[in-house]
């Protein structure tokens, strides 16, 4: 994309910007290309800022996709399975250059090193292979394994061959084109002709396979219908006749969609922040000065919307996470209004208790009452307690309490936990107890 442009689609108008576009840092150029269109005829305009959403997988994706595969040799390795404790969890991700640079990463630092050296084989051979790193040996020190997290990491290496189609690169990407949550499964122990063979079932159970055991398939097929409600990934064992494997089940879901309510500048950081989490991020207000692109250079889309068409022109889905921030007490209460209607499972406003008491209060005049559902995904005042005044503070908050919600974490102090940090797979830690004592 050079230049701008703008396009009619549904009875909106879309402004497509490419990031270099000039009047994204003057304000005086950008108010003279609307009125050159006379955007004030229509509802809706929004337009896309042609920022990509960024997680480490999304990053990974996007590195490989800008290498020249002609001249680099690329493998990706992939934590399938932790007995213990471990800087990362399952389903870490490192993409390694032949040439020593990596994206991504599998540990704290200390596997990366001879990561390289592994990736670098698999590079050569051409075929898939599973290294188990044991954090608790203190002969592992030679390879620079030595920061007491006492655990045991099965990581799977595989190279990415960019004439195979079925390359895990590119079953990664289409993943992600999805746009939905997906459950995966890998086989990193077994045959050696099935290593690195996966299966993955989407939401509505369509089924993508390249694992030639119709048997096994069949086993997959139900513990990865059971994966997608139980939204916890593991390490299984799987016997089928005579041959054993071990296959990672890995649920894989799209990046949190945050919808900003209210361009105003305390919404600028919470933008930011996000985007560097990696969420996709959509701002709409009906004042086309709020949204300017100068404001938000890193938002994924600026929407200028009337509250009037709010559900026609936004799609909230059950990974959306809306947030109200317009300081305009009338406009927020209509879009609650709105969003109630809606599968959001997170509602956040800005401003006080009280405010939000007089929406209630409104809305039981107008006969509308909150379900119970409704009272668990609202957040009035929005954000965690952590004492924020600023608005850097206040997105830091609010942030950590959507991230909360989607991870389904109380949000507290990490001391207080009860049990380990991250979620484990007790049939896993089960053998590595047996083993140590």
């Given at each position: 994309?050079?230049?701008?442009?703008?396009?009619?689609?549904?009875?909106?108008?879309?402004?497509?910007?490419?990031?270099?576009?000039?009047?994204?840092?003057?304000?005086?150029?950008?108010?003279?290309?609307?009125?050159?269109?006379?955007?004030?005829?229509?509802?809706?305009?929004?337009?896309?800022?042609?920022?990509?959403?960024?997680?480490?997988?999304?990053?990974?994706?996007?590195?490989?996709?800008?290498?020249?595969?002609?001249?680099?040799?690329?493998?990706?390795?992939?934590?399938?399975?932790?007995?213990?404790?471990?800087?990362?969890?399952?389903?870490?991700?490192?993409?390694?250059?032949?040439?020593?640079?990596?994206?991504?990463?599998?540990?704290?630092?200390?596997?990366?090193?001879?990561?390289?050296?592994?990736?670098?084989?698999?590079?050569?051979?051409?075929?898939?292979?599973?290294?188990?790193?044991?954090?608790?040996?203190?002969?592992?020190?030679?390879l620079g394994i030595n920061l007491g997290c006492n655990g045991v990491?099965?990581?799977?290496?595989?190279?990415?061959?960019?004439?195979?189609?079925?390359?895990?690169?590119?079953?990664?990407?289409?993943?992600?084109?999805?746009?939905?949550?997906?459950?995966?499964?890998?086989?990193?122990?077994?045959?050696?002709?099935?290593?690195?063979?996966?299966?993955?079932?989407?939401?509505?159970?369509?089924?993508?396979?390249?694992?030639?055991?119709?048997?096994?398939?069949?086993?997959?097929?139900?513990?990865?219908?059971?994966?997608?409600?139980?939204?916890?990934?593991?390490?299984?064992?799987?016997?089928?006749?005579?041959?054993?494997?071990?296959?990672?089940?890995?649920?894989?879901?799209?990046?949190?969609?945050?919808?900003?309510?209210?361009?105003?500048?305390?919404?600028?950081?919470?933008?930011?922040?996000?985007?560097?989490?990696?969420?996709?991020?959509?701002?709409?207000?009906?004042?086309?000065?709020?949204?300017?692109?100068?404001?938000?250079?890193?938002?994924?889309?600026?929407?200028?919307?009337?509250?009037?068409?709010?559900?026609?022109?936004?799609?909230?889905?059950?990974?959306?996470?809306?947030?109200?921030?317009?300081?305009?007490?009338?406009?927020?209460?209509?879009?609650?209004?709105?969003?109630?209607?809606?599968?959001?499972?997170?509602?956040?406003?800005?401003?006080?208790?009280?405010?939000?008491?007089?929406?209630?209060?409104?809305?039981?005049?107008?006969?509308?009452?909150?379900?119970?559902?409704?009272?668990?995904?609202?957040?009035?005042?929005?954000?965690?307690?952590?004492?924020?005044?600023?608005?850097?503070?206040?997105?830091?908050?609010?942030?950590?309490?959507?991230?909360?919600?989607?991870?389904?974490?109380?949000?507290?102090?990490?001391?207080?936990?009860?049990?380990?940090?991250?979620?484990?797979?007790?049939?896993?830690?089960?053998?590595?107890?047996?083993?140590?004592?």
């Amino acid at each position: 994309m050079n230049k701008a442009s703008i396009g009619k689609s549904s009875g909106c108008l879309i402004l497509n910007l490419p990031c270099s576009f000039d009047f994204r840092n003057n304000w005086f150029d950008f108010r003279c290309f609307l009125r050159s269109y006379s955007y004030s005829f229509v509802s809706v305009l929004k337009w896309n800022l042609d920022n990509s959403t960024m997680n480490e997988l999304h990053t990974i994706c996007e590195t490989y996709r800008n290498l020249d595969l002609g001249k680099q040799n690329v493998a990706l390795a992939t934590v399938v399975q932790v007995r213990g404790s471990s800087y990362r969890s399952p389903g870490a991700r490192m993409l390694i250059i032949d040439d020593g640079r990596w994206f991504g990463s599998i540990s704290g630092g200390c596997l990366e090193g001879d990561a390289l050296r592994k990736a670098r084989q698999v590079m050569r051979e051409k075929t898939p292979l599973c290294v188990t790193y044991d954090t608790r040996d203190d002969e592992n020190k030679s390879l620079g394994i030595n920061l007491g997290c006492n655990g045991v990491i099965d990581v799977l290496f595989e190279a990415v061959d960019p004439d195979d189609m079925a390359n895990p690169m590119h079953f990664f990407k289409q993943l992600i084109n999805l746009q939905q949550e997906v459950a995966v499964a890998t086989i990193f122990s077994g045959s050696e002709a099935f290593l690195g063979k996966k299966m993955v079932v989407k939401q509505t159970f369509a089924i993508d396979e390249n694992i030639q055991y119709p048997d096994l398939c069949f086993q997959l097929e139900k513990d990865l219908i059971e994966l997608l409600g139980a939204k916890k990934s593991r390490a299984q064992q799987y016997t089928v006749g005579e041959e054993t494997f071990d296959i990672f089940l890995e649920l894989i879901q799209p990046p949190i969609q945050l919808l900003i309510f209210g361009g105003g500048f305390d919404a600028r950081p919470l933008s930011q922040l996000a985007k560097n989490l990696g969420w996709n991020v959509t701002v709409t207000d009906e004042c086309v000065a709020h949204i300017a692109p100068v404001f938000f250079p890193q938002a994924d889309t600026l929407s200028l919307c009337h509250r009037e068409f709010v559900d026609q022109e936004f799609v909230v889905q059950s990974n959306t996470a809306c947030v109200l921030m317009s300081h305009n007490y009338e406009y927020d209460r209509d879009i609650l209004k709105k969003l109630l209607k809606t599968t959001t499972p997170y509602i956040g406003i800005l401003g006080p208790k009280k405010r939000f008491e007089k929406m209630i209060a409104e809305f039981i005049d107008q006969g509308i009452y909150f379900s119970d559902k409704d009272w668990d995904r609202i957040h009035a005042p929005i954000g965690l307690d952590i004492g924020a005044e600023t608005p850097y503070e206040i997105a830091v908050a609010i942030t950590a309490e959507v991230m909360g919600r989607f991870t389904r974490r109380q949000a507290g102090f990490l001391k207080l936990r009860q049990g380990p940090i991250h979620h484990r797979d007790t049939q896993s830690d089960q053998v590595f107890k047996e083993a140590t004592l």
